[in-house]
């Protein structure tokens, strides 16, 4: 699979993720929302660097240094989704946050998908 097919299969996990984070979330299981927002999150990330630069991001690392083209892209409303987003990952573990929390992280989540899948989906 090339690194274009790779990025529209990321684009359409992260569909899938926030479809079952908006699921779990409304089941009352936030520890499984939270990944699941965790995750459309990364996958978006994934799949704007392999559409618009061809490349692969393999670690927690990579994904929170090239979030910062994302930023330089779009502005500093995705730092905020971003850092949003990595608090649920903690909280997948540690399972401090509330509904609200997890409601908002979502929310943006979302948004920062669509915006990122219509970038670029243009490619």
Do not use: P
């Amino acid at each position: 699979m090339d690194s274009k097919e790779c990025a529209d299969l990321h684009i359409s996990e992260t569909e899938r993720f926030i479809s079952e984070a908006k699921r779990k979330l409304q089941e009352g299981d936030l520890r499984q929302a939270s990944e699941k927002i965790w995750g459309a999150m990364a996958l978006a990330v994934k799949a704007h660097a392999l559409k618009k630069h061809g490349r692969r991001l393999t670690s927690h690392r990579e994904l929170w240094e090239y979030k910062e083209k994302i930023v330089s892209e779009l502005g500093e409303w995705f730092r905020v989704a971003w850092q949003l987003a990595s608090n649920m990952h903690v909280n997948f573990y540690e399972g401090w946050a509330r509904t609200e929390d997890v409601r908002l992280a979502l929310k943006e989540a979302e948004k920062s998908v669509t915006e990122i899948k219509r970038r670029i989906m243009r490619i």
